[in-house]
């Protein structure tokens, strides 16, 4: 059974820092694409960033670039995002999600369940 399980989420001020990390069981991350987005109260789902196979390309949405960044543990079996400068609007429940091909796509073959990031102001 293939399993994603995001963490890293919680309460942050404004202009603070988190990692969130997403861990993969029953597929290797580094052999799939990796995409995180995330979903604020009331809104559709957000696509972010995305990781090619083997960290071949990383891709960044205008609302993160430069702000957040993708990573890799390969013996840890786990993708990390590096969220800075994290602003009230980036409160949202955040999600990893595994595919095949494709980056930020709709109908990514797993997804986590997803971890909660709060930015006070």
């Known amino acids: 059974e293939v399993q994603l399980v995001e963490s890293g989420g919680g309460l942050v001020q404004a202009g603070g820092s988190l990692r969130l990390a997403c861990t993969g069981s029953?597929?290797?991350?580094?052999?799939?694409?990796i995409s995180w987005f995330r979903q604020a109260p009331g809104k559709g789902r957000e696509g972010l960033s995305c990781?090619?196979?083997?960290?071949?390309?990383?891709y960044y949405t205008n609302s993160v670039k430069g702000r957040f960044t993708m990573s890799s543990d390969n013996a840890k079996n786990t993708v990390y995002l590096q969220m800075n400068s994290l602003k009230p609007e980036d409160t949202a429940v955040y999600y990893c999600?595994?595919?095949?091909?494709?980056?930020?796509?709709?109908?990514?073959?797993?997804w986590g369940k997803g971890t909660l990031v709060t930015v006070s102001s």
């Open positions: 029953g597929v290797t991350l580094d052999d799939a694409v």
């Open positions: 999600a595994a595919d095949s091909f494709r980056c930020l796509g709709s109908g990514m073959d797993y």
């Open positions: 990781v090619g196979k083997s960290n071949s390309v990383t």
